[in-house]
């Protein structure tokens, strides 16, 4: 498999750390979406996925797969051990919600793409685009804090989805300067993602294309 990634994208990273979650290797191929107006919008990236976003997950017969979301439930039904939803389906829909507040609710709101739009196309300043940030971070991981548990990972003792989904938007978070620190909680999840592998070796600054 081939993993095209940015070492700063955040939909990257939540793959980066399910493929390290079960063990699964893919080799790297690096898109810069700043770099020449971004590498995402050449013609070759863009004959890999229209709609020139990342990830995209090559597969061994050449197979594209795009969106986050489907990447990682391909991984987990190609590899579901170790799993990243438990059996129970009340419990699974419950940490479906909290993935889904932070891939569909929050990421999508401080997305490369609709910033770019804010200042160019509406010409908002740079004070009012992080205010903007600030917002619909904070209202996010305000409901991912209530929802989660009082022990453990977001809920119970091993990682799984939510926490795939979490740990890349706290690195977004703290990347904004948008602060965190009345989610207890949510900073008791990031200490022990912290001290997991997993986690450890899928993190932006030890990626091959890491910048300062």
Not at 70 to 81: D, G, Q, V
Not at 118 to 124: D, Y
Not at 181 to 193: A, H, K, S
Request: overall charge negative; proline content about 8%.
């Amino acid at each position: 498999m081939k993993l095209y990634t940015y070492w700063r994208s955040t939909s990257s990273y939540r793959v980066r750390i399910a493929l390290a979650l079960k063990g699964l290797e893919a080799t790297q191929s690096f898109v810069h979406l700043v770099r020449n107006g971004g590498e995402q919008h050449g013609e070759s990236y863009r004959a890999l996925n229209p709609q020139g976003r990342l990830p995209a997950l090559e597969l061994d017969d050449g197979t594209i797969l795009t969106q986050s979301p489907a990447i990682i439930e391909y991984l987990e039904e190609i590899c579901p051990a170790p799993a990243l939803l438990p059996r129970d389906p009340v419990l699974r829909a419950k940490i479906r919600a909290v993935a889904a507040i932070i891939g569909c609710d929050i990421h999508p709101l401080h997305n490369i793409a609709p910033l770019s739009y804010l200042r160019r196309n509406l010409g908002h300043a740079e004070p009012e685009v992080a205010a903007w940030i600030a917002t619909w971070i904070g209202q996010g991981l305000g409901a991912v804090e209530a929802l989660i548990g009082d022990e453990g990972y977001c809920f119970g003792p091993l990682p799984g989805l939510a926490d795939v989904y979490l740990l890349p938007q706290l690195y977004a978070a703290r990347r904004f300067q948008v602060p965190i620190d009345g989610f207890t909680r949510i900073l008791r999840v990031e200490r022990l993602c912290g001290e997991h592998p997993a986690f450890q070796s899928a993190h932006p600054s030890r990626q091959g294309d890491a910048e300062e």
